[in-house]
């Protein structure tokens, strides 16, 4: 069984930085398209950045020049970097990628289970 485990939300002051983390694990065998969504209360989950297999990156105009997603390969982990927060970004930060697992033949969309970014101003 292939999961997504999201780290480092928490409770922040506006202007201030987080890293999130979300790490792949299971029976793998290669992982596409990595992205980071989140949630505000009241509001539709949204695409805050995505990630390609190359390092292609995309970004939300909310976020653009602010947020920097990456990804590790070799540990099938991605992270978003986020700076200059502001009470606008509080939300549950949500990992998502593409996985082909070692029982499948196409790659499937997994998603994690979600962490909490709080920015207090």
């Known amino acids: 069984q292939v999961q997504l485990v999201e780290s480092g939300g928490g409770l922040v002051q506006a202007g201030g930085s987080l890293r999130l983390s979300c790490a792949a694990s299971?029976?793998?065998?290669?992982?596409?398209?990595m992205r980071w969504y989140r949630q505000a209360p009241g509001k539709q989950r949204e695409l805050v950045a995505a990630?390609?297999?190359?390092?292609?990156?995309g970004y939300a105009q909310s976020v653009k020049g602010r947020f920097t997603i990456s990804r590790d390969h070799a540990k099938n982990t991605v992270y978003l970097q986020m700076n200059r927060l502001n009470h606008e970004d509080t939300a549950v930060y949500y990992c998502n990628a593409d996985i082909l697992q070692i029982s499948d033949s196409e790659y499937r969309e997994v998603w994690g289970q979600g962490t909490l970014v709080t920015v207090s101003s």
């Open positions: 990630i390609t297999t190359y390092g292609t990156t």
């Open positions: 299971g029976s793998i065998i290669s992982v596409n398209y």
